[in-house]
């Protein structure tokens, strides 16, 4: 089984992600590319010990940025929406 590490990066603390977390107990993860829908699943419920409802990932496009005359492109990421069930909650990503 794969850790924790390997599947979840970071939990998105944005306005829009706080806002579909309080409306539809939905939390925001960036996930590694390589992960799928199970792994995020399993990771979520094991370490977070909570039910899962679904989950829907998409891979944002990285954007392109201008220094000077010089462009760049920043990474690709994988975003995972995690509904949980009713009356759920993960307290370590409560402010």
Do not use: P
């Amino acid at each position: 089984m794969k850790e924790l590490y390997a599947v979840i990066e970071k939990a998105l603390l944005s306005e829009k992600s706080l806002g579909i977390r309080e409306t539809n107990s939905t939390y925001v993860f960036n996930v590694n590319k390589k992960a799928n829908k199970k792994d995020i699943k399993d990771m979520v419920e094991k370490y977070f010990n909570v039910k899962v409802e679904n989950v829907h990932t998409l891979i944002n496009r990285g954007k392109y940025r201008r220094v000077g005359k010089y462009t760049g492109k920043l990474s690709n990421f994988k975003k995972a929406y995690v509904k949980l069930k009713d009356g759920q909650r993960i307290s370590a990503l409560e402010a």
